[in-house]
């Protein structure tokens, strides 16, 4: 059943196979998970073609992690998207986003969706502009997103909050960096040449026909969205916060499940006001964050300054972490880069589980302190989030006890143990 079917069906007192499914994947009554539908509080990508695995993603659900994957005009190599996808997968990721730029778009979108069981998001605008932008037109930009809908793609991100009012904005503002997001940058750009308003937020109402038609969930793109920390929490982010609010509720009232995104850089102390000023605006749609990244004085560190980010979106209400990896702002990741992006933004989102869902969460921190207190290190290596790393660091310096190398026969654990014994 498709994503636009599912929120119809929830309204209509249905559940359907993949509420049962989320249902049983959080630990949640199916008739919550129904009710959450029916409101837009939580949306499940999939595509009405396609046999995607039903994932639940807003309130009450366990924080979801996405990894971007994706050629560039510079590197375009199939095979080696597809490995970053599967490892991505492979290491907790619960959605694929295909960003390519380079080569066949539609022999790799294809390649990806027949090889990965979890929701695959795309951004369409880039096909439609990859030529020439200023030659791409307002049907191109349409038509991009109904290829990619009838192609199976779950979800795509539009930036329809880019509005002429929030190019005004923009330029009174104080902004550094001034627009980060690609698709933003392509939908100014456009907007700009051809001097005309954005189509997407011109003719919305036949985005949400094509997005009905196909059960594909739209991500509300937020084009305004500050690239470093000065830009944060500035007019032109929260006006299109503004606007994204006024197409949550359209998309709604037209049966189009919605995701709204946000920022981006932001600095620590911001990251509550924006994570809840994008709740209270949307009335609670799920949030789907790019990081944030706390610091820009970290490049070839960003996968940790996104997950500290990450951490705090995700205790303050975020829902969906888009994964950073280490090579942000510096090259197209590696496999290896989209590896450890994926690991560390599945820690950022378990953090966050620990505040959002902490009954269901801390389970899994209890099974490992259990496994520590019985020096068990078998099952220490099953619990952790990359057992092949938690192994190879505690193999690679034995100890001659059965405690670690750390401090050996005068391990606390042991010591404590034997006192109380
Ligand atoms: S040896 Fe030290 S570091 Fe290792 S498990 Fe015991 S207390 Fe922990």
Not at 8 to 27: D, L, N
Not at 149 to 161: L, S, Y
């Amino acid at each position: 059943m498709g994503g636009s079917i599912i929120i119809e069906a929830a309204r209509k007192g249905q559940i359907t196979p993949e509420m049962e499914h989320v249902a049983k994947a959080e630990g949640i009554d199916p008739q919550k998970i129904r009710r959450l539908v029916a409101s837009g509080r939580v949306v499940i990508p999939k595509n009405a073609s396609r046999d995607t695995i039903p994932t639940g993603i807003g309130e009450s659900m366990s924080v979801k992690v996405n990894a971007n994957v994706g050629t560039s005009k510079d590197f375009i190599d199939i095979k080696e998207e597809l490995k970053k996808a599967l490892i991505a997968v492979q290491y907790g990721a619960d959605t694929i986003m295909d960003l390519s730029t380079g080569g066949d778009l539609d022999d790799i979108r294809k390649i990806i969706l027949e090889s990965i069981k979890v929701p695959v998001g795309s951004v369409p605008i880039y096909q439609a502009a990859r030529d020439s932008i200023a030659d791409m037109t307002s049907d191109d930009m349409f038509n991009a997103v109904r290829k990619h809908a009838e192609d199976g793609i779950d979800f795509v991100t539009i930036h329809a909050g880019v509005t002429l009012d929030a190019l005004e904005q923009l330029k009174k503002s104080d902004r550094i960096l001034n627009v980060v997001s690609r698709g933003g940058a392509f939908t100014i750009a456009w907007m700009i040449h051809n001097e005309r308003e954005n189509p997407f937020y011109e003719e919305y109402d036949y985005l949400l026909e094509i997005a009905h038609e196909h059960g594909l969930t739209i991500s509300l793109g937020d084009g305004m969205r500050p690239g470093c920390i000065n830009d944060a929490s500035d007019g032109p982010e929260f006006m299109e916060f503004m606007t994204l609010g006024e197409l949550t509720r359209e998309a709604r009232r037209k049966g189009v499940q919605t995701l709204v995104e946000g920022p981006g850089h932001v600095p620590l102390e911001d990251i509550n006001l924006s994570v809840r000023t994008m709740k209270r605006l949307t009335d609670g749609a799920p949030v789907y964050l790019l990081g944030p990244l706390v610091t820009d004085i970290a490049p070839g560190y960003d996968h940790i300054t996104g997950a500290i980010g990450g951490s705090v979106a995700g205790m303050h209400g975020a829902d969906f972490l888009c994964m950073t990896s280490p090579s942000e702002h510096l090259s197209l990741p590696t496999v290896e880069d989209v590896k450890e992006g994926t690991i560390v933004t599945k820690i950022a989102a378990h953090i966050a589980d620990l505040v959002k869902i902490k009954d269901r969460a801390k389970k899994m921190d209890d099974q490992m302190a259990i496994a520590r207190k019985n020096l068990d290190w078998e099952k220490q290596f099953e619990l952790s989030i990359d057992p092949e790393r938690a192994r190879r660091i505690k193999c690679s310096r034995k100890s001659k006890s059965d405690a670690c190398s750390m401090c050996g026969d005068l391990c606390a654990i042991k010591i404590i143990k034997d006192a109380l014994r």
